[in-house]
C-alpha cells in the first residue's frame, strides 16, 4: 500500500512539473490586445440599419445617388421595365439570335403546350394561350436573357391536381376554368408582392435537397398520369398516387387498353428519346431534340387521319377553339367561397412557379456571367400571371427543358420569347384546325420525353454522400408525392427543411480546441489529431449564434465537455482543469436567454474552481454582453481577442500560482 502510495505522489509531482514547463515554453512577454466595444448606436439607427441588411442587402438605390431627376425617373423606368435598358443596344446580329432560337422553342412549346394544359385538366387551346401573353410581358419586363417562359408540367399537374379536388373538370367546367383563371391571379399577386416587398429570401426556406426529390417525384407522377393517354384508357383514376394510378391500369387491362394506341406512342416515344439522346451528345444538334416533338405531332397527326385510327378506338385531341385570348377579367372569382380557394391554390402555384423560374435564371446568368435581379424577376412573373389571368391564361413560368434549348440555340435577349410568343400567335389563328386528328398518345409521349429529365438522380445521389439529413428531405419529398399527392409531397418537403433548420438552430456544433505544434493557431482536435491539448486549459468552440432555442444545450454540452475532461485527467493522476476558455468568433449574436445561461455557466464553474475565460466575441456579441453587465461579472481581465492571448494569459497566472 504504501508503495501505490508513493508513486501516486511520484506521478502528481512529474505531472505538476510537466505543466510547469509546458506553460513556460508558452511567450508570456507577447503584447496582449484586448476585445474592442463598438460605437453606441441610438435605437433608429441600429434598426434602419438592420431593416436595410434584412430587406435591401443589395443597396438598390445606389444607381440612383447624385443623380438628376430625370435621370432617376429614367432609372426608375428601366428598373420597371429592363427592356428600355437593353433595347437601347440590340442590333440586327442579337435579333438573328434570338429569331432562331424563338422559332426552335416555339417547335417545342407548341405540342406541349396542348399536353400542358390537358395535365391541368383544361382544353388544349388554354395551353397556347399561356404562351402566346405571358412570354410579351415577361420580355418587357424579365431580367433574364434565357429564360423561355410558358406553361410547365409540374405546375400544370399541381394546379390540375388542386383544382379537381374543388371542381370537377367534366361535370362543372365553366366553375373549373374559372377557378383556374382566380389561382392564376393571385399566383401573379403573390409573385408580385413577394418582389415588391422584397421577401424574395422566403423562396429559400425550400431546401435544393427538398426541390430535388419533388421534382422527381413530380416527373414520375406526371409520366404515371400520360398511362391513360398512352394506353388508350377511357375510365381512369383521378387520384395521382402511384397505387391507385397502377390499379387503375391493370384493372382495365383486358377491356381498356388499345393496341393501335400503344403502338403510336411507344414508337414516337422511342423517337423522342433517341432525338434527345442525340441532343445530349452532340451540343451542336440541340435542334433535333427541339423539333422531335413538332415533327412527330405532324406525322402521327396525317397518319391518323389518312388511316382512320380515331375509329378505332385511338383517342385524338379533336377540336382546338380557333383565335387569340378572349378576356376572362369578369370570370374571376373576387367574393364567394370560391375566393379563398383560388387563393390558397394559387399562393402554392405560385411559390413552385417561383422556385422554379428563379433557379433556372440564375442557373443561366451564372454560365453567361451576368447578374439577375430575384425581386425584379419575381415582379416581372407577378405580373405576367396577374395579366395572364385576364387573358385566358393558367400559371405560367421559367421552363427547363426549353430555357435550355433557348440558351443552346443562341439567344441574345428576351426578344426569343417574343418570336416564340408570334408563332403561338400564327399557330391559334391559322394552324388549330388542323391538330383535331392528333393522337392523345403523341401527347402523352411527349410529356413523358420531356419530364425525364426532372429525375436528378446524379444530384440525389451527390445529396446522399454531402449529407445524410439533406437525402431524408430529399426522399421524404419524392415518396411524398409519389406515394401521396402533389400537395402533401410539397407540404413534406417544406416540413424536413424547416426541421433541419431548426435541428441546426436547436443542437448547434461544439468543438474541443488544441494547440498545433510549434504555432499559435488552435483548432479542432478531431479535425487535427495532432493538435495538443493545453494542460490545466480546457478550449471550447461553439459554433453557431446563441439563442433562446439552444442556449440551455450550448450551456449543458460546455459543462459536459469539462466533465468528461476531468474524468480522463483524473484517471491518468494529470492536474485538473483550471480555466475554461469558450472560442466564440462563430457566434454571430446572442440574445438574453444565451446571456442568462452564460450568467448560469459562469456561477456554475466558479463553484467548482474553475474560471470562465472568453474569447474574440463579435461586435453585437460583446455589446451586449457589456449592456447585460456580464462583462462586469466575469470581469474585463478574461475576455480576449484570441484564443493564443487567453492561454498566455492563463500560463502566466498559472505560473504564478505555482510559484
Excluded at 87 to 94: A, D, I, V
Aim: hydrophobic share 45%; aromatic share 10%; net charge positive.
Amino acid at each position: 500500500m504504501g508503495r501505490s502510495v508513493s508513486d501516486e505522489v511520484e506521478n502528481k509531482e512529474t505531472g505538476a512539473a510537466n505543466v510547469s514547463n509546458a506553460y513556460r515554453e508558452i511567450d508570456c512577454n507577447q503584447s496582449v490586445y484586448k476585445v474592442g466595444f463598438p460605437p453606441k448606436k441610438n435605437f433608429v439607427t441600429e434598426f434602419a440599419d438592420t431593416f436595410k441588411e434584412t430587406f435591401f442587402a443589395d443597396d438598390p438605390l445606389r444607381p440612383y445617388k447624385d443623380q438628376p431627376k430625370s435621370k432617376k425617373l429614367l432609372l426608375g423606368l428601366q428598373f420597371i421595365f429592363p427592356i428600355l435598358e437593353w433595347g437601347r443596344h440590340y442590333n440586327l446580329s442579337k435579333f438573328k439570335g434570338d429569331l432562331i432560337a424563338g422559332l426552335t422553342i416555339a417547335s417545342l412549346c407548341i405540342p406541349q403546350d396542348i399536353g400542358y394544359a390537358k395535365l391541368a385538366n383544361l382544353d388544349p387551346n388554354y395551353g397556347l394561350y399561356s404562351s402566346f401573353v405571358p412570354p410579351l410581358i415577361y420580355a418587357i419586363m424579365g431580367s433574364s436573357r434565357d429564360i423561355a417562359i410558358g406553361p410547365v408540367a409540374v405546375v400544370s399537374l399541381l394546379l390540375g391536381t388542386l383544382l379537381q379536388n374543388e371542381v370537377d373538370p367534366v361535370k362543372n367546367k365553366d366553375e373549373y376554368v374559372r377557378l383556374a383563371f382566380t389561382a392564376t391571379f393571385f399566383a401573379g399577386i403573390t409573385q408580385a408582392a413577394l418582389g415588391f416587398l422584397r421577401l424574395g429570401f422566403l423562396i429559400e426556406f425550400l431546401s435544393h435537397a427538398a426541390i430535388v426529390g419533388f421534382m422527381g417525384g413530380a416527373a414520375i407522377t406526371i409520366a404515371l398520369q400520360q398511362l391513360k393517354g398512352f394506353l388508350g384508357i377511357q375510365n381512369f383514376t383521378k387520384k395521382t398516387d402511384i397505387v391507385s394510378v397502377m390499379r387503375s391500369v391493370f384493372s382495365s387491362a383486358h377491356h381498356g387498353w388499345n393496341w393501335e394506341t400503344i403502338l403510336i406512342g411507344a414508337s414516337f416515344l422511342a423517337f423522342l428519346l433517341f432525338a434527345k439522346y442525340i441532343g445530349k451528345k452532340r451540343k451542336k444538334l440541340f435542334w433535333i431534340p427541339a423539333i422531335a416533338p413538332i415533327i412527330s405531332v405532324i406525322i402521327s397527326t396525317f397518319f391518323v387521319y389518312i388511316t382512320r385510327a380515331d375509329k378505332h378506338g385511338v383517342q385524338i385531341v379533336k377540336h382546338i377553339k380557333k383565335g387569340i385570348n378572349p378576356s376572362s377579367v369578369n370570370q374571376i372569382y373576387f367574393t364567394g367561397s370560391y375566393t379563398a380557394k383560388g387563393f390558397r391554390i394559387g399562393v402554392l402555384a405560385g411559390m413552385i412557379g417561383l422556385t422554379e423560374a428563379v433557379a433556372i435564371g440564375r442557373t443561366f446568368a451564372a454560365m453567361k456571367d451576368y447578374q439577375l435581379d430575384g425581386n425584379k424577376e419575381m415582379l416581372a412573373l407577378g405580373t405576367m400571371n396577374v395579366i395572364g389571368s385576364m387573358t385566358s391564361c393558367y400559371v405560367a413560368t421559367g421552363s427547363f427543358s426549353r430555357s435550355a434549348v433557348n440558351y443552346m440555340a443562341g439567344c441574345a435577349t428576351a426578344v426569343s420569347n417574343v418570336v416564340m410568343s408570334l408563332v403561338v400567335l400564327l399557330t391559334l389563328l391559322l394552324i388549330t384546325p388542323l391538330f383535331k386528328y392528333t393522337p392523345n398518345a403523341i401527347l402523352s409521349s411527349i410529356i413523358i420525353s420531356a419530364v425525364v429529365s426532372l429525375v436528378d438522380y446524379e444530384a440525389a445521389f451527390l445529396i446522399w454522400k454531402v449529407d445524410k439529413l439533406d437525402f431524408i428531405a430529399c426522399m421524404g419529398a419524392f415518396f411524398g408525392v409519389v406515394f401521396v399527392s402533389v400537395e402533401i409531397g410539397l407540404l413534406i418537403a417544406v416540413a424536413i427543411s424547416l426541421a433541419k433548420i431548426l435541428l441546426q438552430v436547436t443542437r448547434p456544433r461544439t468543438a474541443l480546441l488544441g494547440n498545433l505544434p510549434r504555432t499559435n493557431i488552435y483548432r479542432n482536435i478531431e479535425q487535427y489529431p495532432e493538435a495538443t491539448k493545453v494542460p490545466g486549459v480546457l478550449i471550447v468552440r461553439i459554433d453557431s449564434a446563441i439563442y433562446f432555442t439552444n442556449s440551455n444545450y450550448v450551456k449543458e454540452r460546455i459543462l459536459r465537455w469539462l466533465r468528461d475532461e476531468e474524468d480522463q485527467l483524473q484517471t491518468k493522476s494529470l492536474p485538473r482543469i483550471n480555466f475554461l476558455i469558450v472560442e466564440m468568433s462563430p457566434v454571430t449574436d446572442i440574445d438574453t436567454s444565451g446571456i442568462h445561461n452564460f450568467e448560469e455557466l459562469f456561477k456554475t464553474l466558479k463553484k467548482r474552481g474553475v474560471q470562465l475565460v472568453l474569447a474574440n466575441p463579435g461586435p453585437v456579441v460583446i455589446e451586449k454582453l457589456r449592456l447585460s453587465n456580464f462583462t462586469e461579472l466575469i470581469g474585463q481581465d478574461n475576455i480576449f481577442l484570441t484564443v493564443g492571448d487567453a492561454v498566455r494569459t492563463c500560463a502566466r497566472k498559472s505560473i504564478e500560482e505555482d510559484t
